[in-house]
């Protein structure tokens, strides 16, 4: 059974006096003004689903923060890993239940799940915002 959210976590990043803080807590801000991020993340992963049964899994948002904390970290699916059950800081960004240590397997598994024309509709949110901002001029 899948969750698209998971809202007994924190909200708040674990802090650390750090640039890599500051810059996850700027993301996860955005990402938390684009919850409709999370219900396409839920489409592509149900669209294999036959049950919905069986224990609680990653949530979508979840794994939506993990592909994107993978390419912010220019890591492959083992650092991955080993990061999410070894960092707090990283496991609250990914807002990650206190149970969960998601394999390598697991996590290459859901993320390969994630469709081309979802990340297609993030990235252009994310021009779309950039262009408020006046950081980037999008015709």
């Keep these: 059974m899948r969750k698209k959210r998971n809202p007994q976590c924190s909200m708040e990043l674990h802090y650390v006096p750090h640039e890599i803080c500051s810059q996850l807590s700027g993301i996860s801000q955005w990402l938390d003004a684009h ?5 396409w993340i839920y489409e592509d992963l149900s669209s294999g689903d036959k049950q ?3 224990r609680n899994g990653l949530s979508a948002e979840s794994i939506l923060r993990a592909a994107l904390l993978k390419q912010y970290l220019n890591c492959d699916y083992d650092y991955l890993s080993f990061v999410l059950m070894d960092s707090m800081l990283f496991r609250d960004f990914c807002r990650l239940e206190p149970n969960q240590r998601p394999s390598r397997s697991s996590l290459y598994g859901l993320i390969s799940l994630l469709t081309a024309s979802t990340w297609e509709r993030i990235n252009n ?3 779309m915002t950039a262009k408020d901002q006046g950081i980037e001029k999008v015709d």
């Design 35 to 39: 919850p409709q991020f999370n219900d």
């Design 52 to 54: 919905n049964t069986g």
């Design 125 to 127: 949110c994310q021009l």
